[in-house]
């Protein structure tokens, strides 16, 4: 019928906006689905009202007719199996972030992408938010002169409570990572994409304050948490601007909220989550240097530029059928998600050792 059949492996929370993404698209049509809980994909083929064959194993998945592309929702050490074994099969795929738990992986999957000839697209969704599309347009038609400083906080709260149970997002070998590779892979993208410059050198500390958790909700067992709650990082840009980012699970301030500060020659923005119909900008050229602090409201057409009438999510997998209908590599491309991987491999290495340390290139 000339629809792009997509396969979903995990069907856990996110998988629910990938599936309501490709249903709302007409040129994407579900065709299978894998998951190794079982009874878990049944409900999720209920509340989708999708009628397609169900697999524990996803690499019987790969077989099925009509399935040009899959989308990877599974826990981060899924992610690169997964990714190799469809890319050698010459399915198309949209992986979810951050990309793998190791850059060895990540470097993998970018080969086995490229060797097959098949799009390979991570899936940084803040890049999707009319936000940051304005803000990458906005810093593209503007002259806002050589940038001297960028910082960027993403915080979440719900780690903060010590009685909050273990999940495989506290676990290395699950995860990879903690919140660096869950919320600063992130910042770190949104702000490469956003400056279109490369981090390449970091200094970091990484930090763990509940070492324990319990095992289940109101188990008396605990379980060690063996990866980082909060980390930050000071980098230097290859153009030499110099970033700070920050990124927290522990921050009872707020349960989701990331914020992107710029300074440059001619003025500076301000990208803050909860205040995504705006970005504030305050032009320092001139006469103007104490202008002050402006706002300025995304136009209705940024507001609606999804095609199909949905969101973020919907933008993204619309992103990710196009790039396969049209041939054009996707963006974020497992590329950009292998140079986030770059950087936090240089972030763990400089915790580890104390120093600053430089990005492999
Ligand atoms: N882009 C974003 O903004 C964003 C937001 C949240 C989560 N994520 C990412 O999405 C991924 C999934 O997160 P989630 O919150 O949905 O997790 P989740 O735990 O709710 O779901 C993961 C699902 O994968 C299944 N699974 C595990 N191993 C599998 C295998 N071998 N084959 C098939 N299924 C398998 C699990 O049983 C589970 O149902 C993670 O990589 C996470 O980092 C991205």
């Not at 702000?191 to 279109?196: G, R």
Request: with cysteine; charged share 25%; glycine share 8%.
């Amino acid at each position: 019928d000339g629809k792009i059949g997509v396969g979903i492996i995990g069907t856990g929370i996110w998988a629910n906006t990938h599936a309501r993404a490709c249903n709302a698209n007409p040129h994407a049509e579900i065709v299978g689905l894998a998951e190794v809980r079982e009874g878990a994909a049944e409900l999720f083929a209920q509340a989708h009202d999708i009628d397609v064959p169900i697999f524990t194993d996803y690499r019987d998945l790969l077989t099925v007719d009509g399935l040009d592309a899959i989308i990877i929702a599974t826990p981060n050490n899924v992610h690169a199996p997964v990714s190799i074994a469809a890319a050698e099969a010459g399915k198309h795929i949209l992986c979810q972030k951050p990309m793998a738990t190791t850059l060895a992986d990540g470097k993998a999957m970018t080969a086995a992408v490229r060797k097959a000839g098949v799009n390979g697209m991570v899936a940084y969704t803040k890049r999707f938010f009319r936000t940051t599309r304005f803000l990458h347009d906005f810093l593209r038609s503007e002259d806002l002169g050589r940038i001297y400083h960028v910082r960027a906080i993403y915080f979440q709260s719900w780690l903060s409570n010590p009685a909050t149970p273990i999940v495989w997002r506290l676990q290395r070998e699950k995860t990879g990572t903690g919140v660096l590779g869950d919320l600063g892979s992130h910042i770190t993208d949104l702000v490469q994409y956003l400056v279109e410059d490369d981090i390449m050198r970091v200094s970091a500390m990484m930090k763990t304050f509940v070492t324990q958790r319990p095992s289940a909700p109101d188990a008396q067992e605990k379980e060690t948490v063996d990866v980082d709650d909060a980390v930050m990082f000071g980098a230097e840009f290859r153009s030499g601007a110099m970033g700070v980012f920050q990124a927290s699970r522990n921050a009872t301030s707020r349960p989701d909220h990331w914020r992107i500060e710029i300074d440059a020659e001619n003025g500076a923005v301000i990208y803050d989550k909860y205040a995504d119909t705006r970005i504030q900008l305050n032009v320092s050229k001139g006469l103007a240097r104490h202008a002050g602090w402006v706002d300025l409201h995304i136009p209705a057409r940024w507001r609606f530029s999804n095609q199909y009438g949905g969101d973020e999510h919907q933008n993204q997998v619309d992103h990710f059928i196009e790039s396969i209908r049209s041939g054009q590599t996707p963006s974020p491309s497992f590329d950009d998600g292998l140079k986030t991987e770059r950087v936090m491999d240089a972030v763990v290495r400089s915790s580890d050792t104390g120093k600053t340390v430089d990005v492999e290139v």
